[in-house]
């Protein structure tokens, strides 16, 4: 059984009830009623769970799922068998962290049948074979890395997901099987990983079986400003993420003349063009605020893409750009902070701010220069967005703020307070950056 939200603008009196109206009506659900949460349309938006009966493959292979291969299906030879796939080899260019590449191919059972196939993961150079899974878990491109995935090769497996994993063929019927790869790790520079899709007839398939198909995967990564480690990204100095030279390692600080550290000069370049823009703009007309019902679409999804486009190239930010909404700096900043290795604003200093009652500007003594100027970058950008054009609830604000600082599952009070001090400390800052600030808190 499955879960299933779906949300709906309700309808108003007299209307021809909506296709969410009449689901609600004739189906059995958990709950509708109004999403509080989303604050960015003028109708009501509402939603209902339902619970979805799944067979997962369907009744047609429950058969395969308790052979859990193919041997037992087939009553003749089963070495006349074989399978070929189409087309001969998966290529994937420019893989970047989380961003989700799909190929199809057809798989075609010849020489009797019906029997049932398995797909195996072989990497490049070993004879390991892995079985594939159906799914792969969808939160990883939402949260740090652990060290358990920094080799991607190794953890390869885990990125990748086929469907069907396994299926029954009768003689000459093929099938599709599509081919997902989302890679949730730092990319810090151009590499070409190697591995192998292994179509089989065996629950144990060997290096040289004539019956399986075998589908070769080349994955050609380049490097990415997300979750690159900031020791990593401060290096950079003037260099393109994007360029014929390869990362520097950790070096000083980057810090203006006057020898004030400031956060990567990709991070500043996002924030000082949507300053840019507010001033522009008459007060209150910005849509500066995510919307999750836009950015969640490939629409939304493609403007954050051009959007790191221009920066990994080091590109200067344009003027007008209908493919870059303001919007989407926001949503940039937002996932660059959730998606480092380590939060900029610790737990303890957070609890050491409730407990001990110093300013904020003393308790962020204890936070390292760069992560400080991070902090207060940010909290200042988005403090004198939202004292200039609203954003609807400003302790949505606070809120989304401090889940991409601290990296907390759930907010704790403590680091809530913290923000919500920082973003009253700058209200009614005109400056950006605070310069003033950023001296007074060395």
């Known amino acids: 059984m499955h879960s299933i939200c779906v949300r709906k603008s309700m309808c108003r009196h007299g209307q021809t009830a909506s296709c969410f109206d009449r689901i609600c009506a004739l189906q059995p659900r958990h709950t509708a009623t109004t999403a509080s949460s989303v604050s960015q349309s003028d109708h009501r938006p509402v939603f209902a769970c339902f619970k979805v009966p799944w067979d997962g493959l369907g009744a047609s292979n429950a058969q395969d799922d308790e052979d859990d291969d193919g041997e037992g299906s087939f009553q003749g030879d089963l070495s006349a068998l074989s399978l070929s796939v189409k087309p001969s080899e998966a290529l994937v260019s420019e893989a970047k962290p989380d961003r989700l590449h799909e190929h199809s191919v057809k798989v075609t059972l010849s020489g009797g049948g019906p029997a049932s196939f398995k797909v195996f993961l072989c990497e490049n150079g070993s004879n390991d074979f892995k079985p594939v899974s159906g799914s792969r878990d969808s939160t990883l491109k939402d949260r740090p890395a652990s060290s358990d995935d920094e080799d991607t090769e190794k953890a390869l497996s885990r990125w990748l997901s086929v469907s069907p994993p396994r299926g029954k063929l009768k003689d000459g019927e093929s099938k599709e099987v599509r081919i997902s790869i989302c890679m949730s790790v730092p990319m810090l520079q151009r590499k070409v990983i190697e591995a192998s899709l292994v179509f089989s007839l065996s629950k144990t398939p060997s290096a040289g079986s004539q019956q399986d198909a075998k589908l070769p995967m080349q994955i050609k990564t380049e490097p990415s400003i997300f979750r690159m480690p900031l020791s990593i990204l401060s290096a950079l100095g003037s260099q393109a993420i994007i360029s014929d030279q390869p990362l520097p390692k950790p070096a000083a600080l980057p810090s203006t003349p006057s020898g004030l550290c400031l956060p990567p ?77 380590q939060p900029v604003l610790p737990m303890h200093i957070c609890e050491m701010f409730i407990q001990e009652r110093p300013t904020v500007k003393a308790a962020l003594q204890g936070v390292a220069a760069l992560p400080r100027a991070i902090i207060v970058c940010t909290t200042s950008l988005f403090a004198q967005l939202s004292s200039r054009h609203g954003s609807g609830a400003d302790a949505a604000v606070v809120q989304r703020m401090t889940k991409c600082l601290t990296h907390e599952a759930s907010i704790s009070d403590a680091s809530e307070q913290m923000v919500n001090a920082l973003m009253s400390e700058f209200r009614r800052c005109t400056q950006w950056p605070p310069m003033n600030y950023l001296a007074a808190s060395l």
């Open 265 to 341: 000069k990709e991070v500043m370049a996002v924030m000082q063009w949507i300053i840019r823009v507010s001033r522009d703009e008459v007060a209150g007309s910005l849509r500066w605020w995510p919307d999750p019902l836009l950015d969640s679409v490939r629409k939304g999804q493609d403007e954050l893409h051009e959007l790191v486009r221009y920066l990994e190239n080091g590109w200067p930010m344009p003027a007008n750009c209908s493919q870059m909404p303001p919007r989407v700096a926001t949503v940039f900043i937002f996932r660059w902070l959730m998606l480092l290795p």
